[in-house]
């Protein structure tokens, strides 16, 4: 008797060991922890965060290191677990007004109540390699509890406690403080913030020249995607949530195809605020708000050309991106597709990508788009044998056609050699 | 900072019974009440994000799931087989969260997930196919924009897929779809039958058991119950027909099932044996041999053992 | 506390009753007219049918708005279903993913219920119709997918022009309600895509 040759389950073990191995890579080298990642690759985590729709440092720096710095494999590692989780309820909606403000730049003012804040930014610094880094520090001495930076200069916690009020304990406490990986090096000798740090889309608010927010017709429970199957034409919860886990490529892709002309929005950075806000939840049997932490945030909101019709008079268009971490690009560009995807709310026409719901919803899940991508390296042979039955059956019933139409017409001459 | 909980095992987390929550498989139930009740039509679901990729069986995986008991008995196939590695990666999957009871005998399987074949043996009543789709919808690459194609389908305008399928016929002199022919359901709903070759299409005409059909990205469901009109498109000039092939199976000799190419060397040598490993394991077993028998054995491809 | 006291208890084991429940539905609403049998492992509230009971604990939850007659909906069974399955008891047949009815009772008809849209056929009711027997009355011819053929169903205690609401509701294929008869553990799936005669 036969049996086909089975060696699938091995195989499948052995590409696992494979890659512990891989991932491990060189034993010479000392092994990464979660905790040097979580803190030395904070802007990779934040984005494992987004992708991953979880807020959560440690699994994230966990995520990058099992799947050795693939950011889609670790935001697929993020969702998987995500979507196990239990869910205790929804938390009250996040006052951005109230962020406790690390870095905060408006584009459209040259100056503002709280003014301009560059705090920890790439934008300045010339992209030269600092060789320096090649070498590793000596281990200094454990930080004292206050954690890295934030207790020192200006921004220490008599300082802070004086002027943002309400932050200032979660400034103050390391256990609900980010680690302080955004801080930069020459914050110490900077100014102390200023208390009121009013959000630039809220001063265009009260002169009436900015569209309003306003929640849609009895404030209704927003959408949950991870739950429930989108449907065509989405409303703004819909995309808003979907750009937010959205891949940050293909939305800076299309964000700048806008920009570009593809799209008809001429858009100034109102405002991006990147700092770390207050999670609240009102558990049933309390019925009273109780502090949950804080989460590092950034948000942009552009300006958008302005809108108006006889009857409402001309408002600035607004478009609005916020995202887990400091992400500054994938918040702009959110904000940029935002205002994009209004269009139809607009009456505005929709040719362009940017602008079609359906088209950047669907593709903008880099977890689906690589898992679909990806499934064509699985076997697809009893499909491809279909096709070659059918390409060489049609060939080989064209050649008999012409070797027929040929011999018909020239009976002399040979027929033409097959392809 | 956050804490985590480790589970007791690492490796194991406490997960449920076929891995989703009791309230998912609730949702998922209901999807395929209303796609048996309204046979080809795409039934939107909450598609959970699964440990396996997208376009890798998450929507079968969560009807298997959705449905599957102590008392099933679970055949997992790709390709026709069941030793192709991403089968044996779904079987492993129900093995360890449902501890299923596993078969390759196509006839001992209550549920049989597949994608891209249907069984070659006939299938029974009381069984349960269950379909990876990738794309559900079989007017998509007609019409790009699911607001559309959910008219088309409500207002039962299919014209698109006749035009489209007579462009073929007149610049090829036949429909060159080989796979995922679309079928008309129950004289209403144009579905996509999944990317089985078209060779399997008549297998879904009234077949006496139930076909369920899950798309885990596109987020569908649908559903043909058991003896269901499944009728492929075609034209009365050019009318429907399957592939064949010259030759026999290498391996067991049938001259009736779906084959697979295999090149067995560099000088334009080709085997073609069954796609179906159970059906040409179980003829083989039955004293059935091919022609290339010998070779394949001596080649490594089938191992001889005796009886 | 009182009221737990008078609700009576649900599944014992819900993964496992509500998969082997479910499967008889499924089998019910795939196959019209083939009788099902749910495991008689839950002692229903007053007013519902084991079957009854069984398929709204294996289906209903608080994502599906459940419509019972008044009585019901005010009794034990109103407070079984909230409690048990979080549902919302509504008063309009028209929002209802599930409902009850007697069948015996004059309202609501089939068309009170949700039928569904032309985009959206699957979002309409699935109607349990509770019977006096589900063998041994009137006979009733089945065609349709599910069906090799025709088959026959002798169900007891539909009200008068029950017959006619299911051949209207057919004609509104492929929109309209699903219906399941119900009578003890026993129940009969007649989906809308179930052509239904009244025998010669």
């Known amino acids: 008797m036969y049996v086909a040759v089975k060696g699938g389950e091995a195989a499948i073990l052995a590409t696992h060991d494979l890659v512990a191995e891989a991932r491990r890579g060189d034993l010479a080298v000392p092994e990464i922890t979660v905790a040097q990642i979580r803190e030395q690759q904070a802007l990779a985590c934040a984005r494992v965060m987004n992708e991953g729709s979880l807020y959560d440092q440690d699994l994230a720096a966990l995520a990058l290191k099992q799947s050795q710095g693939d950011v889609i494999e670790a935001a697929f590692l993020m969702r998987a677990y995500r979507t196990t989780l239990p869910r205790f309820g929804s938390s009250e909606p996040l006052d951005t007004a109230q962020m406790a403000i690390r870095r905060r730049v408006s584009a459209t003012y040259k100056d503002l109540p709280g003014g301009q804040v560059l705090g920890p930014t790439y934008d300045y610094t010339h992209r030269l390699f600092d060789f320096a880094l090649m070498e590793t520090e000596p281990q200094r001495a454990p930080s004292p509890p206050a954690g890295e930076g934030w207790g020192e200069g200006s921004r220490d916690a008599s300082d802070m406690s004086s002027k943002t009020g309400a932050n200032v304990s979660d400034l103050r406490d390391p256990s609900s403080a980010p680690s302080g990986h955004l801080l930069p090096q020459g914050e110490k000798d900077r100014a102390p913030l200023d208390t009121t740090m009013p959000r630039v889309p809220d001063i265009l608010g009260a002169e009436g020249l900015m569209e309003a927010e306003e929640p849609p017709e009895g404030d209704p429970r927003p959408f949950d995607l991870t739950r429930d199957p989108v449907s065509f034409p989405a409303d703004r919860d819909v995309r808003l949530q979907s750009m937010a886990r959205g891949d940050e490529g293909f939305l800076l892709g299309l964000g700048y195809s806008v920009q570009r002309g593809f799209g008809g929005t001429h858009p100034f950075v109102g405002e991006v605020r990147v700092g770390e806000v207050a999670v609240e939840f009102v558990p049933e049997e309390l019925g009273f708000a109780v502090d949950l932490g804080d989460v590092t945030l950034t948000e942009c909101q552009m300006v958008n050309q302005f809108q108006g019709s006889k009857d409402v008079p001309p408002q600035f268009t607004r478009g609005y991106g916020l995202v887990f971490g400091h992400s500054e690009r994938k918040a702009m560009s959110m904000s940029l597709v935002d205002r994009a995807l209004k269009a139809r709310d607009f009456g505005e026409a929709t040719n362009y990508p940017a602008q079609q719901d359906e088209f950047v919803l669907y593709h903008a899940d880099n977890v689906e788009a690589a898992g679909f991508v990806e499934h064509l390296k699985l076997p697809h042979y009893v499909d491809f044998q279909g096709e070659l039955e059918l390409i060489r059956r049609i060939r080989r019933e064209r050649e008999e056609r012409l070797a027929q139409e040929q011999g018909a017409k020239e009976p002399d001459t040979m027929p033409e050699a097959a392809e | 900072m956050t804490v985590h909980q480790m589970p007791a095992d690492d490796t194991k987390p406490a997960y449920n019974y076929a891995y989703l929550d009791e309230q998912t498989k609730r949702m998922i139930r209901r999807a395929l009440l209303k796609a048996v009740a309204v046979p080809g039509y795409q039934v939107p679901f909450g598609s959970r994000e699964m440990p396996l990729a997208r376009g890798w069986g998450t929507g079968g995986i969560q009807i298997t799931a959705a449905i599957i008991g102590p008392a099933d008995t679970l055949k997992v196939i790709d390709q026709g087989a069941d030793d192709t590695t991403n089968a044996v990666s779904i079987r492993r999957f129900f093995e360890r969260t449902a501890d299923a009871r596993t078969c390759e005998a196509t006839d001992e399987a209550t549920i049989i997930q597949t994608r891209h074949r249907i069984p070659e043996a006939p299938l029974k009543s009381g069984q349960v196919m269950v379909y990876q789709v990738p794309t559900p919808e079989p007017l998509r690459r007609l019409e790009p924009r699911e607001a559309e194609t959910r008219k088309m389908h409500a207002w039962a305008e299919y014209g698109l897929m006749q035009v489209k399928l007579y462009e073929d016929i007149a610049r090829y002199g036949e429909i060159t779809k080989t796979y995922d022919y679309p079928v008309m359901v129950n004289d209403r709903y144009v579905m996509a039958p999944s990317p089985i070759p078209k060779f399997d299409n008549p297998k879904m005409h009234m077949s006496p058991a139930l076909q369920l059909f899950g798309a885990g990205r596109e987020k569908r469901i649908y559903a043909l119950p058991p003896y269901t009109s499944v009728k492929s498109l075609d034209f009365e000039d050019h009318p429907f027909r399957i592939q064949s092939w010259t030759q026999p199976c290498g391996l067991c000799g049938a001259g009736d099932s779906y084959l697979d190419e295999v090149v067995i060397d560099d000088q334009g040598g080709r085997m073609f044996v069954c796609s179906d490993s159970h059906y040409c394991e179980t003829r083989r077993a039955e004293g059935h041999r091919g022609t290339m028998l010998g070779d394949a054995a001596a080649s490594g491809l089938v191992e001889e053992t005796t009886p | ?200």
């Open chain 3, 1 to 200: 506390m009182p009221a737990e006291t008078m609700i009576a208890p649900g599944f014992a084991d819900p993964v496992f009753q509500s998969q082997a429940a479910f499967r008889a539905l499924l089998a019910a609403l795939s196959e019209p007219g083939m009788l099902q049998q749910v495991a008689g492992e839950i002692t229903p509230p007053e007013g519902l049918a084991t079957a009854t009971a069984t398929a709204l604990l294996t289906l209903a939850d608080y994502e599906t708005p459940v419509w019972l007659p008044e009585a019901l909906r005010n009794g034990p069974a109103g407070a079984w279903l909230r409690f048990h399955c979080g549902a919302a008891l509504v008063d309009d047949p028209a929002d209802a993913t599930f409902a009850v009815i007697d069948g015996t009772a004059d309202q609501p008809k089939l068309s009170a219920f949700d039928l569904g849209t032309d985009q959206f056929p699957d979002r309409s009711t699935t109607v349990i119709v509770q019977v006096a027997a589900l063998e041994n009355g009137p006979a009733l011819t089945l065609a349709g997918p599910g069906i090799l053929g025709s088959r026959t169903i002798t169900p007891q205690g539909l009200r008068a022009g029950f017959t006619d609401e299911l051949r209207e509701n057919r004609a509104l294929y492929p929109l309209g309600v699903d219906v399941l008869l119900v009578h003890g553990e026993g129940l009969i799936g007649l989906p809308r895509s179930t052509q239904v005669e009244e025998a010669r």
